[in-house]
């Protein structure tokens, strides 16, 4: 059973920021990547970034590209620094590893966390 907890979201202003955090536990694949994922009021989830298990390789979307920078310092917790936020990030933000290979779609990722909102208030 493998299990994804997301912590750090909350209420901010426009160009705050905050840094959300995941823990994966369980018998899980640690060579896998993972990834941050977010879903705002009446949009489908998306891709915001990604890394690979030994960190080598990150990915964002154009949306967050020189504002939200992902991290690991091992291979169970993975971080999301977000800068600059702005309203529109507003979203539940979900943690997710993947099935295998890299990817930046949900169907490339097995497990995922139940989510921590983050609101920006303008």
């Known amino acids: 059973q493998v299990q994804l907890v997301e912590s750090g979201g909350g209420l901010v202003q426009a160009g705050d920021s905050l840094r959300l955090s995941c823990i994966i536990s369980?018998?899980?694949?640690?060579?896998?990547?993972v990834g941050w994922f977010r879903r705002a009021p009446g949009k489908e989830r998306e891709f915001v970034a990604a890394?690979?298990?030994?960190?080598?390789?990150v990915g964002y979307a154009d949306s967050v590209k020189g504002r939200f920078s992902i991290s690991r310092d091992n291979a169970n917790t993975v971080y999301l620094q977000m800068n600059s936020l702005k309203p529109e990030d507003t979203a539940v933000y979900y943690c997710?590893?993947?099935?295998?290979?890299?990817?930046?779609?949900?169907?490339?990722?097995?497990?995922w966390g139940q989510g921590t909102q983050v609101t920006v208030s303008s």
């Open positions: 890394i690979s298990w030994n960190s080598g390789r």
């Open positions: 369980g018998n899980h694949f640690t060579y896998y990547p």
């Open positions: 997710a590893k993947s099935r295998e290979t890299w990817g930046t779609t949900v169907f490339d990722y097995m497990y």
